[in-house]
Structure formats: C-alpha cells, structure tokens
C-alpha cells in the first residue's frame, strides 16, 4: 500500500470525517506540519486502510489521486494563507 497519511476531523455528527489523504511525499509533509501545529499524530496502519476504503457504499469511494490532489491544493492553500500573513503582519490564530 505504501505510506500513507490521512488528516481528520470530527463532523457535526460527531463521527470522524476524512479531510485530506496523501502518499508518499505528501504524506510525509501531512505529517511534518501536522506535527509542527501539534496535531496529534498517530501511526495506525490499519486505521488508515479503513478509512481510505469504503465498503458500506462503494458508489461514494475517492480515488486515492483526487485524494492526492486535493492535498497539494490544500497545502498551496495554506502557503498562500501563511505568506499572507506575514506579509500583512497579521498573528496566526
């Protein structure tokens, strides 16, 4: 399967939600910034196989690449957000 990194959040309903999935490289930049917002960081192989495959509705599967994808767009984001930010002075919150 290769490494592996998959970003959650709690929902509204109070299950966890996927928000951003990523390997390899991305994977490991997951990690690192997580790691230096300090945002728990937990290694559960198993954990991370589940919630990339959806076996109660197939239909609803994500490709692992727009999971990909929307990582790199995610983290441009947040480059763009942060060089803003410290262009304008502005304290991060």
């Given amino acids: 399967m290769g490494k592996w990194a ?3 959040r709690m929902g509204a309903d109070g299950r966890p939600k996927v928000v951003a999935a990523g390997q390899g490289a991305v994977a490991d930049e997951m990690v690192a910034r997580a790691q230096a917002s300090g945002v728990e ?6 954990m991370v196989q589940q919630l990339l495959r959806d076996e109660t509705d197939p239909g609803t599967r994500i490709d692992s690449e727009i999971y990909e994808l929307m990582t790199t767009i995610v983290n441009f ?8 930010v410290q262009q304008h002075g502005f304290e991060e919150v």
């Fill in 6 to 8: 998959v970003a959650m």
């Fill in 41 to 46: 960081v937990r290694q559960d192989a198993e």
């Fill in 77 to 84: 984001a947040q480059e763009l957000n942060d060089a803003w």
